[in-house]
């Protein structure tokens, strides 16, 4: 296995002064609302009170560059997760639900970066990533409002995005069902009209419908398992586009999905085997960990881009705690099982309570990266925003890249200013 590597020429530092001079306020609003309502339902002005930092009214500049140093992490990373040997070592702490072969590859990865002036650093992988389809919809309301934008702004592709969501769910069934005719889709989620990507759903559920096939926003209460077919509502239900955290169906109310997932009754995507060869934040330890790595079999080349672009990461349970306590400020902790920010720590914030409460879950440390920032104009005056990048992938290819602004110690969509941002390329 060997991956080629691209040169990474300084295109961090124009991107940079863009993001800190060019305080744009590029969102159109009026095209927004029409980008959202297409489908007929008045979500706009719900968005905009219930979730008023959803999205925010600039963009973020990414050089080319980072942009293609990405795309190569992700395949090199993919690249790893297909060994045999990866996938024998990261499945035997995995619950036992992972284990089964699946043919369905599972949609919506998403690659979570920081950028450096290096280069960009992966902070995680997410196998349930939201907000592809609303920043694809986001794309589609930018206006030029600068010199710089209106050079780079043609860049921007939502509606091919979009495209391509359809064809990867029609890929997912075909891998799983060759030429049976895909008729229904179920999008699950728990309570799914609380989440907080609840117009996410709504937006699938018609983009779905406007490609032919019925779509149903579930529960999985609403989800029975008769023994043939998975059944919603009484409607028999093909695939099941799985935005639950509840990434091994463990819990009772799943029970059906996960019945009818382990008889091949349902093409479930995301699945079990993806969140353990890919989301499970262990797995970070050995994609940051040379010797590891050149057991398992990888190229020097390959292993070098690795080590440049993943944090080193420790599990705490191998790890000294006195050592761990003495350089605190230097990790972030994270959950081995965990999504989001839920129960993540950086080390610098630590109580002893909290950091022993660490020590006996189970825990990694992840070397920080600190993020960079997007100046944002704002009616108290210009404020400065942490962000980071998300690439939504399939199958190993980036299908659309959005960046979240945010304050605080991790991303929250509570910042003013804040939220989901366009990513504009800014050649070199």
């Not at 926003?217 to 239900?237: F, H, S, T, Y």
């Not at 997932?261 to 330890?285: I, S, W």
Request: net charge negative; glycine share 6%; with cysteine.
């Amino acid at each position: 296995m060997s991956i080629p590597s691209v040169s990474f020429p300084d295109g961090f530092s124009s991107a940079s002064s863009l993001n800190r001079d060019c305080a744009c306020l590029s969102v159109d609003h009026a095209a927004l609302q029409t980008a959202l309502e297409e489908g007929g339902a008045e979500m706009y002005g719900e968005i905009m009170q219930t979730r008023p930092h959803l999205f925010s009214n600039t963009v973020v500049f990414v050089g080319e560059p980072c942009m293609l140093r990405m795309a190569e992490l992700i395949r090199a990373i993919e690249a790893v997760v297909a060994l045999p040997a990866y996938q024998e070592r990261v499945l035997d702490y995995a619950p036992a639900i992972a284990r089964r072969p699946v043919a369905a590859q599972s949609v919506f990865q998403g690659y979570d970066f920081h950028l450096e002036a290096a280069g960009p650093r992966l902070i995680e992988i997410n196998t349930n990533a939201g907000g592809a389809l609303l920043n694809a919809r986001l794309a589609r309301a930018q206006r030029d409002c600068c010199g710089p934008m209106a050079a780079i702004l043609p860049r921007q592709q939502g509606e091919s995005a979009e495209e391509a969501f359809v064809a990867m769910f029609r890929e997912e069934w075909r891998r799983a069902r060759a030429d049976v005719p895909l008729k229904t889709i179920a999008i699950v989620d728990r309570v799914p009209q609380e989440q907080y990507m609840a117009p996410e759903f709504e937006l699938f559920r018609q983009l779905f419908e406007a490609n032919g096939i019925a779509a149903r926003i579930a529960d999985p209460a609403d989800l029975v398992w008769d023994g043939v077919a998975l059944n919603c509502r009484g409607e028999k239900i093909d695939l099941v586009y799985n935005r639950l955290t509840d990434f091994a169906l463990e819990a009772p109310e799943n029970a059906a999905l996960r019945a009818a997932y382990e008889a091949d009754g349902v093409v479930l995507t995301p699945h079990p085997r993806a969140h353990a060869l890919y989301a499970d934040k262990r797995n970070l330890v050995l994609l940051s960990n040379e010797a590891m790595l050149a057991e398992l079999g990888v190229d020097a080349a390959t292993r070098a881009l690795l080590l440049s672009g993943v944090p080193r990461t420790l599990l705490v349970a191998d790890e000294s705690p006195e050592s761990l306590w003495q350089e605190r400020r230097r990790w972030f902790f994270k959950p081995a099982a965990g999504f989001g920010s839920r129960a993540a720590y950086r080390g610098d914030k630590l109580t002893k309570r909290v950091f022993e409460e660490i020590v006996q879950g189970n825990y990694i440390a992840q070397e920080i990266v600190p993020p960079s920032e997007r100046r944002v104009a704002h009616h108290e005056g210009a404020r400065d925003m942490k962000l980071d990048l998300r690439c939504y992938v399939y199958g190993g290819e980036v299908q659309l890249t959005a960046a979240r602004l945010y304050q605080g110690q991790t991303t929250n969509f509570r910042t003013p200013g804040g939220g989901f941002a366009s990513v504009l390329v800014v050649p070199v």
